[in-house]
T-cell receptor
């Protein structure tokens, strides 16, 4: 069946270091992927997305990498700051498919140590 | 703020009560969603409305009843809930097949 899972439930990094959060997906038909950040007491916040015709996409301090061969997605955060502490979710969709629902992973807690 | 508002932010209700959650989006989107978020579980999609029509009901018990009167408003009517229904209920909106924008959620506690 469809599933999106994260390799590491918790990631602890030092302030200023780079962070890498990983995600595996199993649905070969998925062709649109999104990373969300959820801070305590808030709803998930869109960070960056990528479509399957790309391998890499960069935003402000964030980069998403997509490896369709091994069905792997990663989020890289440069110069991690205390404000980056949150739970990060990956989500997948079959863009233009029968349904526009997103399938979310379980989330990774990023803890930034000062 | 994401442009998606939810009220109330917190709700405590008994199992025999009837209450409603409200969601409003100010983004001009044509799709709206309800999700349930429980501790240590992935986000669970409950309902999808595209152009005000329900297109997805993810095997949600009938004690949850959604309503979408127009493309900007979404309600979740609750009745005879169970304690295990206690969770954070999130509303989201999007253009169909695009990224979803979430509201802050309603923290529901069922006694």
């Amino acid at each position: 069946g469809e599933s999106v899972g994260l390799h590491l439930p918790t990631l602890s990094v030092q302030e200023g270091d780079n962070s890498i959060i990983n995600c595996a997906y199993s649905n070969s038909a998925s062709d649109y992927f999104i990373w969300y950040k959820q801070e305590s007491g808030k709803g998930p916040q869109f960070i960056i997305d990528i479509r399957s015709n790309m391998d890499k996409r960069q935003g402000q301090r964030v980069t998403v990498l997509l490896n369709k061969t091994v069905k792997h997605l990663s989020l890289q955060i440069a110069a991690t700051q205390p404000g980056d502490s949150a739970v990060y979710f990956c989500a997948e969709m079959n863009y233009g498919g029968a349904t526009n629902k997103l399938i979310f992973g379980t989330g990774t807690l990023l803890a930034v140590q000062p | 703020e994401t442009g998606v508002t939810q009220t109330p932010r917190h709700l405590v209700m008994g199992m025999t009560n009837k209450k409603s959650l409200k969601c409003e989006q100010h983004l001009g989107h044509n799709a709206m969603y309800w999700y349930k978020q429980s501790a240590k579980k992935p986000l669970e999609l409950m309902f999808v409305y595209n152009f005000k029509e329900q297109t997805e009901n993810n095997s949600v018990p009938s004690r949850f009843s959604p309503e979408c009167p127009n493309s900007s408003h979404l309600f979740l009517h609750l009745h005879t809930l169970q304690p295990e229904d206690s969770a954070l209920y999130l509303c989201a909106s999007s253009q169909v097949y695009n990224e979803q924008f979430f509201g802050p959620g309603t923290r529901l506690t069922v006694l």
